[in-house]
């Protein structure tokens, strides 16, 4: 039915940067939010962001400035462009999307989580 693809983890150096993408696929009529969290190893998953299909953005905390979102919508995708980045930033990055699909004569709406990408940031 649906599935959401990321891309452009890896292994950058404090201070540096990184884009991650993520890829929605299927049967999709549209999507509402999508969104980026994080979990760093011993914690809970946080909110890096979302994004509205019109554009309207929300940050956590401790991503404000540092981090944004965007999305293309013709490409069902959403970005996370990371500058600065910080050893604290280190962690599996996952996407969110809110979508309604279509399956034989009906359409559902369910969230859908990507399988998460690692982004290691060194001292």
């Known amino acids: 039915q649906v599935q959401l693809v990321e891309s452009g983890g890896g292994l950058v150096q404090a201070g540096g940067s990184l884009r991650l993408s993520c890829a929605a696929s299927?049967?999709?009529?549209?999507?509402?939010?999508m969104g980026w969290y994080r979990q760093a190893p011993g914690k809970q998953r946080e909110l890096v962001g979302t994004i509205t299909s019109g554009g309207s953005t929300n940050y956590g905390d401790s991503v404000k400035g540092r981090l944004t979102i965007s999305r293309d919508n013709a490409k069902n995708t959403v970005y996370l462009q990371m500058n600065s980045l910080r050893p604290e930033d280190t962690a599996v990055y996952y996407c969110?999307?809110?979508?309604?699909?279509?399956?034989?004569?009906?359409?559902?709406?369910?969230?859908?989580w990507g399988q998460g990408t690692q982004v290691t940031v060194s001292p």
């Open positions: 969110n999307a809110d979508v309604t699909y279509y399956r034989g004569a009906f359409s559902y709406r369910d969230g859908y």
């Open positions: 299927g049967t999709i009529l549209s999507i509402a939010a």
